[in-house]
């Protein structure tokens, strides 16, 4: 006991700095937002509960006056409830009279995005709550299941059933599959001999690795399992006609397959360069295309070419292959100039070495050119005078990166074709693009295979999907950081013994560590299914 006492003593002290630093921090950024007069999505929904609500006796409940502002809401429609965070779950609460006049869709079973602060268990209590009531007890609420889908053939639902009621489990979900769950096929379609669902096992074991190391073996079995779908594709659209069409049956093309990932980072690269090399025509999606590292890089120089004071946009050009400045020389720079922007520290610093010159030389001729030049000009202008496109075909899976900046080139000259516009205007464009459609192919190619993560691909249709990689191990990588975060049970630390300088999990860091596997696993079956 003695024990515990000590380790919460520990942690308490770190507790109570975190918060402290946490509502100053809160109180500057809303002072610059305001000056600035900003305000961030988060900020607006904080402020509308405020208005509406406040917190009495342990519990959030409409302030008083706020009634004539409820009242003039007949009815307060969600869609998709399960991907709301508790926030939002409040105010719709409050909004509604306490649910009197709320109506929800939702199934708990497709929320994935944890990572963005959604709650399930906000749907799953509601559903729970309805679910007892029946028509003759006089309560306000009861469930409508709507588990009728009319999307995949009978045989796919079938078989996700049967996955699914095996998996997904109270224990392991918070979800009771066998209990309204499980999927009721209602779509119409002609009936054909091949299969609906195919699994296939990649035997690696016969590769042999040890003249590799364990690096390139990841490499290895990822290109494998590339050319095996590769394999899949080249024999599908070679097929008789099996797919559905407006009158009868239609042959497979490109276009009618999606390969979806887990995570679309490493992989999602190797597995387009071999389909590339195949001679198979493909796609990324703009969310996963706009995060790898040639696009970002590009699209770095495009910001300091557009505002050299963006730091993180300097920096990222600084230490990337096209100058190579080391974290030593950047330290350098910092130290002789302290304070301010970033490019006033690399302009002082350039007075007595020749590599700085040369880039202030390079971003002064980029931003000059971004005067006269169209947007897709300045690009080409960029390929041609840092040798980007060079540099990166150099790198794995070089042609698809250098393809991927050619896309970028490419929505450039199409997102001027009406009229001349500016680079923040195009900058900004491609910050919406993010989650959108977007081929990463120049040309802007109709027929071909798209690879997108499981995330981008929510609310997509495609006839045939490909689901790959999927011997990927859970990354549980976030619990080894020093601190552990959770809206039940607050912060963990691990337990620093000063005498005999060591370090131990204390006893809330080890139930917070099985409580984040459990939830973490939890988001992956959704995710899954």
């Keep these: 006991l003695a024990g515990l006492q000590e380790e919460f003593a520990f942690c308490s002290s770190f507790v109570d700095k975190i918060t402290e630093i946490v509502y100053r921090f809160e109180d500057e950024f809303y002072k610059l937002l ?76 497709q929320s994935i995005y944890k990572f963005r602060g959604a709650n399930p268990y906000n749907f799953i209590a509601k559903r729970e709550k309805y679910r007892s009531y029946s028509k003759d007890n006089n309560v306000n609420g009861k469930e409508i299941e709507l588990g009728c889908n009319f999307r995949s053939r009978k045989e ?73 779908i590769a394999d899949i594709i080249e024999e599908t659209v070679k097929k008789e006609p099996f797919l559905k069409a407006e009158e009868g049956l239609r042959k497979a093309e490109y276009k009618d397959i999606t390969v979806l990932l887990r995570s679309v980072a490493n992989y999602g690269e190797i597995l387009v360069d071999v389909l590339k090399s195949r001679g198979i025509p493909v796609s990324i999606s703009a969310g996963d295309l706009l995060n ?37 020389e950047l330290a350098k720079m910092r130290i002789l100039n302290r304070k301010g922007k970033f490019i006033g520290a690399v302009s002082s610093f350039a007075k007595g070495e020749a590599k700085t010159k040369e880039f202030l030389k390079t971003l002064s001729h980029l931003r000059r050119k971004s005067i006269v030049l169209g947007l897709s000009k300045l690009i080409e202008e960029i390929f041609e005078t840092t040798g980007i496109l060079s540099i990166m075909s150099e790198f794995e899976n070089g042609s698809t990166r250098v393809d991927n900046l050619l896309s970028i080139q490419d929505y450039a000259l199409r997102f001027e074709e009406d009229k001349k516009k500016s680079l923040s205007e195009f900058l900004n464009a491609l910050e919406n693009l993010k989650g959108k459609d977007f081929k990463s192919s120049p040309g802007n190619l109709s027929n071909c295979v798209t690879v997108m993560s499981i995330h981008g691909s929510k609310g997509l249709q495609f006839p045939i999907c490909i689901l790959s990689n999927m011997a990927k191990n859970f990354n549980f990588t976030d619990l ?33 560590s099985d409580f984040a596997k459990a939830q973490l696993r939890a988001e992956e079956l959704r995710l899954l299914y």
């Design 34 to 109: 305001k000056e600035k007069n900003l305000i961030t999505f988060y900020i607006a929904e904080q402020t509308t509960l405020s208005m509406v609500a406040e917190y009495k006796n342990g519990k959030v409940v409409a302030k008083s006056g706020a009634e004539d502002f409820i009242n003039q809401y007949e009815a307060v429609f969600v869609d998709e409830y399960q991907d709301t965070n508790d926030l939002q779950d409040c105010l719709f609460s409050i909004l509604s009279d306490n649910e009197k006049k709320l109506f929800l869709v939702g199934d708990a079973k």
């Design 156 to 228: 796919i639902c079938c078989f996700v059933n049967s996955f699914f009621e095996k998996l997904m489990t109270k224990e392991n979900a918070d979800i009771d599959y066998n209990n309204g769950e499980a999927l009721e096929p209602k779509a119409d379609f002609l009936p054909t001999d091949e299969p609906k669902v195919e699994t296939y096992l990649l035997d690696c074991k016969k590769i042999d690795y040890s003249f590799i190391d364990e690096e390139d073996e990841k490499i290895f079995k990822a290109k494998a399992e590339a050319n095996a």
């Design 292 to 328: 790898t590292d040639e696009a970002v890089l590009l699209i770095s120089l495009l910001k300091i070419i557009n505002n050299p004071y963006d730091d993180i946009a300097l920096l990222n050009v600084l230490t990337s292959p096209l100058f190579a400045f080391s974290m030593e």
């Design 480 to 512: 080894n950081d020093h601190m552990l975060i959770d809206e039940k049970y607050g912060f963990s630390f691990n337990y620093f013994d000063k005498e005999k300088r060591e370090k131990s999990k204390t006893l809330l860091r080890l139930v917070m």
